[in-house]
């Protein structure tokens, strides 16, 4: 049986309002509460009299008295990956200035990402209302790369604030109200850019909050539910089938049923369709996740150390996974392409009518299975869900 415990379910969840935007201003007329600056560690080069050679870093630094150059020295800044230095310092129109570390290489997303969510802590330290971010090199000389470059700063910028508070009892929001990005540009493409990680960050959100759901709460009816209100948000491109145990049992899921036979709450078998608004359909895909909303192996139960029994309400991670990437394609809505979103879920209890160690299960494509484990709940539950998507090409 499901508790809701007065909780609001992932796809009613509404994420903080941040604006976004790509901005040419200079960095002695932008006022705000935090001025982020991501360095390499060649950026920090300084010459003979201790004075910094990047062109930006030195501006900021003659605006600033002197006074960056000698708190990076004193803190030993070096612009190493994880470093970071956020100082009140008199001298420009921010309240704050932040040097943020982003290693060797100032080119990679994977840095420009760690940059965005070293931003998001700093802001939430400062409780800062208005942040931007200026990169001191300038390694990313295509539009396209300055336009990836400033989608991976959102992306780690949005993933960085996020905090799970459903189950506190008091939850404190980011003040972080807009955040701009400086010197990559702008115009439709890198808007563009920024629009897309926004709308990746906040699919990959919804994903964590389903596999951060209690199993009391995120009961495979639940799961379904919650796909079901992906496919009504999205209804010009998305639609639900959501399959009940008859249905499944008249398909012959025998594999998939055998897992879910022990539990008190009945398997869903959830199918998400999406198709382009317009134009033809070229390709057909299909992502398959697992979806066990608790997994506790069975008759071969999870016992012993490090058998992580408390985890396996995560048991269900590929699914999430799946429904973040319907939720983002329903948003996106990309041409040409047909992609099935299939998720057999259930649970893996112990009961009187549950699957023993050592049964034969026959899956729906006629293959038998012999058993010797129950906590092969995975294979046997995806063995019908990629026969049935096999099943959509025809």
Not at 13 to 23: G, N, V
Not at 38 to 45: A, L, N
Not at 301 to 323: H, R
Not at 344 to 355: D, F, H, L, Q, V
């Amino acid at each position: 049986m499901a508790h809701t415990l007065g909780l609001t379910q992932p796809a009613n969840i509404e994420l903080p309002k941040i604006s976004f935007a790509a901005k040419e201003i200079d960095v002695a007329e932008w006022k705000g509460d935090l001025l982020a600056v991501g360095v390499s560690e060649k950026d920090m080069t300084k010459d003979e009299n201790s004075k910094f050679q990047n062109p930006i870093l030195k501006k900021l630094d003659g605006l600033l008295g002197g006074l960056l150059a000698e708190a990076s020295f004193e803190e030993d800044f070096t612009g190493k990956a994880g470093q970071s230095l956020v100082h009140r310092l008199p001298g420009l129109g921010s309240k704050r200035v932040g040097l943020f570390g982003l290693g060797q290489s100032a080119s990679s997303p994977a840095a420009f990402h760690g940059l965005g969510e070293a931003v998001a802590a700093a802001a939430k330290t400062a409780q800062a209302s208005g942040v931007a971010v200026i990169l001191a090199s300038s390694e990313c000389p295509s539009a396209m790369s300055k336009g990836n470059t400033a989608a991976a700063i959102v992306s780690g910028t949005v993933l960085g604030l996020y905090e799970d508070n459903r189950y506190k009892s008091e939850s404190k929001k980011p003040q972080l109200k807009s955040l701009d990005i400086l010197g990559l540009g702008t115009g439709p493409e890198i808007e563009k850019k920024i629009k897309y990680a926004e709308v990746v960050s906040c699919a990959i959100i919804f994903g964590r909050e389903l596999v951060n759901s209690p199993a009391n709460v995120l009961t495979p009816a639940a799961l379904a539910a919650e796909a079901s209100k992906i496919a009504s948000l999205y209804s010009d491109v998305l639609s639900a089938n959501i399959l009940t145990e008859e249905q499944c049992r008249e398909l012959k899921m025998g594999s998939y049923l055998g897992v879910a036979a022990a539990s008190a709450n009945p398997p869903h078998f959830i199918h998400l369709c999406y198709k382009p608004p317009s134009g033809p359909v070229k390709t057909k895909l299909a992502l398959v996740g697992k979806g066990l909303t608790f997994d506790s192996g069975g008759y071969n139960i999870k016992t012993g150390p490090g058998c992580s029994i408390e985890t396996m309400k995560a048991d269900m991670g590929g699914s999430a996974a799946v429904f973040g990437a319907a939720k983002a394609l329903g948003q996106i809505k990309p041409s040409g392409v047909e992609v099935h979103f299939i998720v057999a879920s259930c649970e893996n209890m112990i009961s009187g009518k549950g699957m023993r160690p050592g049964d034969i299960v026959t899956a729906s494509n006629g293959k038998t299975i012999e058993v010797n484990n129950t906590d092969a709940e995975g294979r046997l539950t995806l063995a019908d869900a990629l026969v049935y998507a096999c099943n959509q090409d025809s």
